[in-house]
């Protein structure tokens, strides 16, 4: 009986291992005890793979290492993801309790040791920045008569001398931040490259009180204003200035707020602090008009969703009702200046014929967007994201968790597929859902990129992009200019010429609902300086479907590419005059796009825009609309509210208009688009019609509108996209939503395990203590991961700038390669010869090409006689 009982015993931890192991992310070994029993030979099948044991007469132990079963669950890890709003103080606390399990959006570097101590694990941002953003219109408010001191480009400039970035880091930030004075990220590639440029600019606009105040001063009194006591006045009443301070962002923006406020105060003015959540603050600073003088200051933070390997395109964003936030009043009231607006644009589509060029105008910009201080940036904040050790995702270098593309096919919990997952942010239903002109907030988007999908994958720690729906693209560009390749799911080629054909798309015509060809619209041959062919997979059509259950289609993407045009010409019925200025930035660089085929899916694009990547100069036009993805079917019904006069894709618009901004997730927009989803369904409404018709069948058509009507009923909204997640409940009150695995989905759970853990460079620099004048100096550069050598294959450039005992660059060079791990400075005599005895030091950057995420470091040493 013993016997039989060990046996019995036996194979099922033998059963146990295996099955274990078999949905294990990692070998799982079990160790079974055999007692001095005869154990007679046992086979037991289990998954196909066979275990047996012997008969033996001494104690005998059986390892058990199966090798993993491979997953086969598509879509999403997660069954589903609730989100609810946490707040930064409690995030550690509820993560502790259990009650929620990531904390996605991240606490500031002060955090972080009560992260550590709580044994919790957590990813690292370098995206999120913090700004100063002000109201420009003025001098005066029409709406209230008072003066806008911030209407003056020359008190904003003084903003930046009157705040001391370095007090903010080390009181805030506990010192774990960056000082930041540029909208470029001093962790991009684009800072490393101008990191001398920079330096000499934040010397320059360094923390300086008394130049602050006598600029302001002289500013203040040329716009009328009197000191009375030591306080300002205009029209013998204070002059108040209004900052709009937030009040749920990691703990980080009252504290900037109240300094910023006493900072002001110390100089004359009184202060009106308002402290709000994004949610209260956003109708205001996003939705509302400048000119109502309900506001001066909004402590602003951005965070990048991606590594970007060219921020030229920054400028443009924030300085120029150009940006793609032009469709808010706030945007419409920048008034850059010639010089700044033209080198902006230069910059966003890269019109240089070579790197010097861009260098150039990228330090002239740089200059000139300090001058023009519409925004003051403050700090370059290291964020960290916590989660509980069952949870495991990948992280984005700069966007973090919340922010990175890839988040939604990564997250997951450690010991097993599916499961509900709690997921906790600071806010959530800032602004209004809609994919043409709806919310940028991030709290938002954390949510809405669950939803999506699209034709390419950003790579979490190089910025490069992957194909994700997309096969294989090819890109063409004009000889001479600045192009390289890294992946090669990309072919890049270079030709003297680029002629857009004559049957390519090229414009609009709104009247007659129909594209313009290049023949058509040009008399002469149009040349490009890029070419982009995307090639999708043949089965694009009958694999990837909407979440209403719709198959994607053609008409989608021709749709999304007619709303790029249609919004911006007069004669349209959804006309938007907020979008026009940025519209006509993009026309300055479009010239035209073609569909090759259908079947499979192959698209040509033309621009005279440019990337220095390859990889993202692929244009996939993918149906998206700048916010969230759009189906024509969707579109359709939110064009007619909009042509209707009864609701409006933007702030601005609907601001003006005094009509509701589309919200396709709540309030009264829904009552509207289902009153019109009724509309379509009746007459069997195709949008634009007369080109659209091509591509739309009538059964698609009512198969289309039967869909989203039965999305509707279940599901009380009309947010659909292609994403691994569907949008399933929305409480808008509550500040709620869950998010649901999308079954029909088409890739595998695992497509992503590819990316581990980034290759940030660890580097050390050793030299002499003491530099003689006039004699050569050499130091050497260590660059190691993890203890290992870091290969020279793998490194881009070691960079370093030299600073005299005045803490002026005096030097820039590039270290010499050694070996793997070792590169080597060398300061010739005639350089050293031009140094002052006492302190100077090295600051040395290090630019991998496995991560774009440079590492600084510096070296001080003593220039002696």
């Given amino acids: 009986m013993k016997t039989k009982m060990m046996l019995g015993v036996m194979s099922i931890l033998v059963v146990l291992s295996l099955l274990l192991a078999s949905c294990a992310p990692q070998e799982v070994i079990k160790t079974v005890e055999v007692s001095k029993e005869v154990v007679k030979t046992v086979e037991v099948e289990v998954e196909k793979e066979v275990v047996k044991t012997v008969e033996v007469e001494k104690e005998v132990e059986v390892v058990v290492t199966p090798t993993p079963r491979p997953s086969d669950r598509k879509g999403a890890w997660l069954d589903e993801v609730v989100f609810s709003v946490v707040s930064d103080e409690q995030a550690v606390t509820q993560l502790k309790a259990k009650a929620i399990d990531i904390y996605a959006s991240g606490l500031s570097s002060a955090d972080l040791p009560s992260i550590q101590e709580a044994g919790l694990n957590y990813s690292e941002q370098n995206g999120l920045y913090y700004e100063l953003t002000f109201n420009p219109v003025g001098p005066v408010f029409e709406a209230t008569g008072k003066l806008n001191p911030f209407s003056s480009a020359k008190v904003r400039e003084a903003m930046n001398w009157l705040i001391d970035r370095q007090y903010l880091n080390q009181e805030i930030y506990a010192g774990g931040a960056e000082l930041k004075f540029f909208s470029i990220t001093t962790k991009f590639p684009d800072y490393a490259e101008l990191a001398d440029v920079a330096r000499k600019l934040e010397a320059k606009y360094a923390y300086n009180m008394e130049k602050a105040k006598e600029v302001i001063d002289a500013e203040m009194t040329a716009m009328g204003a009197t000191l009375v006591d030591g306080k300002w006045q205009y029209n013998n009443e204070p002059v108040v200035v209004i900052l709009l301070i937030r009040s749920d962002s990691d703990g980080t923006r009252i504290p900037i707020g109240d300094y910023v406020g006493n900072q002001l105060e110390a100089i004359g003015f009184a202060t009106d602090r308002q402290y709000k959540t994004s949610s209260e603050a956003s109708p205001i600073w996003v939705g509302g008009n400048p000119a109502d003088g309900l506001y001066h200051i909004y402590t602003g933070a951005w965070s990048a969703t991606v590594i970007d390997r060219d921020q030229g395109d920054n400028f443009q964003f924030f300085y120029t009702p150009s940006s793609a936030y032009g469709f808010t009043a706030l945007w419409q009231a920048y008034t850059p200046t010639e010089e700044f607006n033209k080198l902006a644009d230069d910059l966003a589509y890269n019109r240089f014929a070579n790197l010097e060029e861009r260098r150039e105008a990228f330090a002239r910009a740089l200059e000139l967007a300090l001058e023009d201080s519409i925004r003051v940036f403050l700090i370059d904040g290291k964020n960290f994201a916590p989660y509980n050790t069952d949870v495991a995702v990948t992280y984005d270098l700069a966007a973090g968790i919340d922010g990175a593309q890839l988040w939604p096919y990564t997250l997951r919990f450690v010991d097993r597929e599916g499961g509900r997952m709690a997921w906790g942010q600071p806010d959530l239903f800032v602004d209004p859902w809609n994919p043409v002109a709806g919310t940028n907030w991030a709290f938002d988007n954390s949510a809405i990129r669950a939803t999506t999908s699209g034709g390419t994958m950003a790579d979490p720690f190089t910025g490069l992009f992957w194909p994700l729906r997309a096969e294989r693209a090819e890109v063409t560009i004009v000889e001479g200019l600045p192009v390289g390749k890294t992946l090669d799911w990309v072919d890049l080629k270079f030709e003297p010429e680029i002629v857009v054909p004559s049957d390519a798309f090229v414009d609009w015509d709104a009247v007659n609902q129909k594209f313009i060809t290049a023949g058509e619209k040009f008399t002469e041959t149009v040349t490009a300086k890029s070419k982009s062919v995307v090639y999708y997979p043949a089965d694009l059509f009958e694999t990837v479907k909407w979440h209403d259950g719709s198959s994607l289609s053609v008409g989608d993407f021709m749709a999304a590419m007619i709303m790029t045009f249609d919004t911006s010409k007069p004669e349209s019925a959804i006309y938007d005059e907020s979008r026009v200025s940025n519209f006509e ?62 609701l409006a894709y933007s702030a601005d618009k609907a601001d003006a208009a005094e009509i509701e901004w589309t919200h396709y997730i709540g309030g009264p927009s829904l009552e509207i688009l289902g009153k019109y989803l009724d509309q379509a369904t009746t007459e069997s409404y195709v949008p634009y019609a007369a080109f659209l018709s091509q591509y739309i069948t009538a059964d698609e058509v009512a198969a289309r509108y039967a869909n989203l009507k039965a999305f509707y009923d279940a599901h009380n909204h009309f947010w659909i996209g292609t994403g691994p997640y569907y949008l399933d409940k929305v409480f808008l009150t509550e500040k709620t939503l869950t998010l649901k695995r999308f079954a029909d989905f088409p890739d595998m759970s695992n497509r992503w395990d590819v990316f581990t853990e980034p290759r940030i460079a660890e580097v050390e620099v050793d030299g002499p203590g003491q530099v003689a004048i006039g004699a050569e100096a050499s130091f050497d550069v260590f660059i190691n991961f993890k203890g290992e050598p870091y290969p020279q294959k793998d490194i881009k450039e070691v960079k370093f700038l030299l600073y005299d005992a005045k803490g002026e660059i005096v030097y820039v060079g590039k270290a010499e390669a050694v070996a793997d791990g070792q590169f080597k400075i060398v300061l010739p005599a005639d350089v050293t010869g031009k140094l002052e005895a006492g302190a100077s030091k090295l600051e040395v950057a290090v630019v991998p090409l496995t991560v774009s995420v440079p590492t600084f470091v510096t070296f001080e040493f003593v220039v002696a006689p």
């Fill in 585 to 646: 930035s993009f026309m300055s660089v479009f010239k035209g796009f073609k569909v090759v085929s259908t079947a499979p899916l192959t698209i040509e694009y033309y621009s005279d825009q440019y990337q220095l990547d390859a990889e993202w100069n692929v244009t996939t036009l993918w149906p998206y609309c700048g916010y969230g993805e759009c189906s024509w079917h969707t579109l359709a019904i939110s064009n007619l509210a909009e042509a209707a006069g009864e």
